[in-house]
């Protein structure tokens, strides 16, 4: 099978899984008021997750969980290897539902942490109806803080562009990283991350993609094609 191939098989199996999920992400008034209003304004935004996470779900949910699979693919049959996986800024569980489903490990522990209950509501939600292997928490967390272990892996969606005073701080940025971490945001946000990468740190990779988005959830995505940015880094030995 090629690349392509897998990629295709990916994303159809995955868009099942979301549209199992697809009362949290039905489009209505609200969020469609939301994304008309992000789009019209076209600058990186910090939402009110207490009014707006539910609008914020359904408006990017969905999108955002298409984008993050499309960067975990990057890291091929390793993805299998990494259980103590955390998520920083897990939201409504974009980026935890694509690693599980891409990982389909039943050894998998996952950690959400965010500040907004509304989201992690959200994100519980999720995790139960998708029905993934793995065991999922979602807790609330007020971050840059300890996090009390060093996971394998540590993931994180567009919690960076809300937290960019973390990238020029070299103890915030060890506090938040594993063993090694994977994020994905904006095209400058990830430039900024390679270019303050702090000594102790390297680029394992870094990759830029179109994500299709499949006809089966073009009721829910109201675009056609999504670019997704990403970089995994790595600590160095010494
Ligand atoms: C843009 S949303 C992204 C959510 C999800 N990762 C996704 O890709 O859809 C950013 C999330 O980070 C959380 N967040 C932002 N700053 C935070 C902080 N300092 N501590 C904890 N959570 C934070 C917000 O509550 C929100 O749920």
């Known amino acids: 099978m090629t690349y392509v191939d897998v990629q295709v098989r990916h994303l159809e199996g995955f868009a099942e899984t979301l549209l199992k999920c697809n009362h949290l992400y039905h489009p209505n008034s609200d969020s469609i008021a939301l994304l008309n209003a992000v789009n019209s304004r076209r600058q990186i935004e910090i939402f ?18 298409l984008k993050c699979l499309r960067a975990l693919s990057s890291l091929g049959g390793a993805i299998h290897q990494y259980e103590r996986v955390c998520d920083l800024g897990c939201g409504s569980g974009a980026f935890s539902l694509a690693f599980a489903y891409l990982a389909d490990n039943p050894d ?13 509501l959200l994100s519980r939600e999720l995790m139960s109806t998708a029905g993934l292997p793995g065991r999922f928490a979602f807790e609330r967390r007020n971050l840059p803080a300890q996090i009390g272990y060093l996971p394998d892996l540590t993931i994180a969606s567009y919690w960076f562009c809300e937290n960019d005073h973390v990238i020029t701080n070299p103890a915030l940025f060890d506090l938040m990283v594993g063993r090694e971490m ?10 900024r991350i390679a270019i303050c990468l702090p000594r102790g740190f390297r680029i394992l990779a870094r990759n830029s993609a179109l994500v299709e988005i499949p006809a089966a ?3 829910f995505v109201a ?12 600590r160095t030995a010494d």
Not at 182 to 191: A, G, N, R, T
Not at 223 to 234: F, K, L, P, R, T
């Open 108 to 120: 998998l522990e996952l950690r959400g942490l965010d500040a907004s209950e509304s989201q992690l």
């Open 217 to 219: 959830l073009t009721n």
């Open 182 to 191: 994977l994020i994905v945001d904006y095209e400058k946000i990830i430039e």
């Open 48 to 65: 009110d997750y207490g009014r707006s996470a539910d609008a914020f779900t359904r408006a990017f949910g969905m999108r955002n969980s």
């Open 223 to 234: 675009q056609e094609w999504a670019s997704v940015y990403s970089i995994h880094i790595g």
